[in-house]
């Protein structure tokens, strides 16, 4: 467990960099990046780095050689009698040892837990920044289809004003003409505001201070990235599994310390009197007995601790086969369901809004029928949009809950 505590600080060392490169957002964001300035500064990854160095000091506090320092005790008689004398006493608290040990074998088991820890906060960092990348791409989907609809609201006003010019169609055609603008304006207002919401999200899961500039690059359709994972990557060996193992060795050591305290402690005495007389040499030894605190509760809170954290871990290790299962699961249906309207709903509604189009140019269309057909093509790019979106959230999730982070 030592070797592979130390493989995973060098993963650390290599894959999380102290802080963001200088030109990390000097090109548009792709999943890739997303990936890496995710694992590297969202503020949830900075913050457990930050608990396994506190850890790394409380190890360094273990491995020293006793709880308590020497103490160096001077007495110095007073008056003119012949015997006055001067005492030095020293007493060195002999720490290391069987206790000793159990305190570094109990540090050391914390350190690995905080070390797992990082690896698993970096895990669902990047999952939550994956999800809100995958979101700004929707968001700016769903603004490319309300302007494409703004498009063709104008290319329809245009038609319908010289149908009324011509008198081949009433006016009511041209007011409904104008009010289809007014809503096909009103809806790339609002989506702007979707995608400029979204973009300071994804923001605020890589640490960065504003996303108004943020821009991105990819196609919400692409599904490479998780289509690429480790298919054979074991759930029950995933970072938060390791931690929770990490704490069962943990709180077993500190059983060991808690019931080290039943042994007496020793420590190293010398004594040193110089007198007018003679000089004096007494060393000795100091032995603590415990007969009224032999560490009985603190026994009592680790035995406690070790119980819960094997609850604990076999909780988490059932829990992450059952997300691991249920999120390959619910990736497949999300492809599948994509898959279907891409394939064969989003075609159809594109040509029949093209032929309804020019049925109303040719005027074997009225204007209501248009603009249902209409609807329902719009409808129907945006609920393509939607799934691809629910594809790749759930594979978001599948990274998640995998433990499986994507190649960057």
Excluded at 72 to 84: H, Q, T, V, Y
Excluded at 274 to 289: H, K, N, Y
């Amino acid at each position: 467990m030592t070797r592979l505590f130390f493989a995973i600080c060098a993963f650390l060392a290599s894959a999380i960099p102290s802080a963001l490169p200088p030109d990390a957002l000097a090109e548009p964001l792709t999943a890739e990046s997303v990936v890496r300035l995710a694992a590297a500064g969202a503020p949830e990854v900075l913050i457990a780095e930050t608990r396994l160095l506190e850890a790394k000091g409380h190890l360094a506090g273990a491995r020293a050689l006793g709880v308590d320092n020497p103490v160096i005790e001077a007495l110095r008689g007073s008056g003119e009698s012949l015997d006055r004398a001067t005492e030095i006493g020293l007493q060195i608290p002999l720490g290391f040892g069987l206790q000793r040990a159990r305190r570094v074998a109990e540090a050391r088991a914390g350190m690995e837990l905080e070390a797992h820890l990082v690896v698993d906060v970096q895990r669902r960092a990047v999952g939550l920044a994956l999800a809100a990348f995958y979101r700004v791409l929707h968001a700016e989907e769903r603004k490319a289809i309300a302007e494409d609809r703004r498009y063709l609201a104008e290319e329809l006003r245009r038609v319908a004003s010289e149908k009324v010019r011509t008198g081949d169609a009433p006016r009511l055609e041209l007011l409904v003409a104008e009010g289809e603008l007014s809503r096909a304006e009103s809806e790339v207002l609002a989506e702007e505001r979707s995608v400029t919401q979204s973009r300071v999200e994804l923001a605020a899961m890589l640490g960065l201070a504003s996303g108004a500039a943020l821009e991105v690059s990819g196609d919400l359709a692409d599904r490479s990235l998780f289509d690429a994972l480790d298919s054979s990557a074991d759930p029950g060996r995933r970072p938060g599994v390791l931690a929770a193992e990490s704490e069962v060795k943990a709180a077993r050591a500190a059983v060991s310390v808690a019931r080290s305290a039943r042994l007496p402690g020793f420590a190293f005495q010398l004594n040193y009197q110089r007198s007018r007389v003679e000089d004096i040499v007494r060393p000795g030894l100091a032995v603590s007995l415990p007969i009224f605190n032999y560490g009985q509760g603190a026994r009592g809170e680790a035995e406690a601790r070790h119980a819960r954290a094997q609850v604990e871990l076999a909780a988490r290790r059932t829990a992450a086969m059952a997300e691991a299962e249920g999120a390959r699961n619910g990736y497949r249906s999300a492809v599948t369901s994509a898959r279907e309207i891409e394939e064969r709903g989003l075609p159809r509604a594109i040509e029949t809004e093209s032929l309804a189009r020019e049925s109303y140019e040719a005027g074997k269309l009225d204007l209501p029928a248009l603009l249902v057909v209409r609807a329902n093509a719009l409808d129907t790019r945006r609920e393509h949009a939607d799934r691809l979106l629910d594809a790749a959230l759930a594979g978001a999730d599948l990274t998640v809950s995998t433990g499986a982070l994507p190649t960057h």
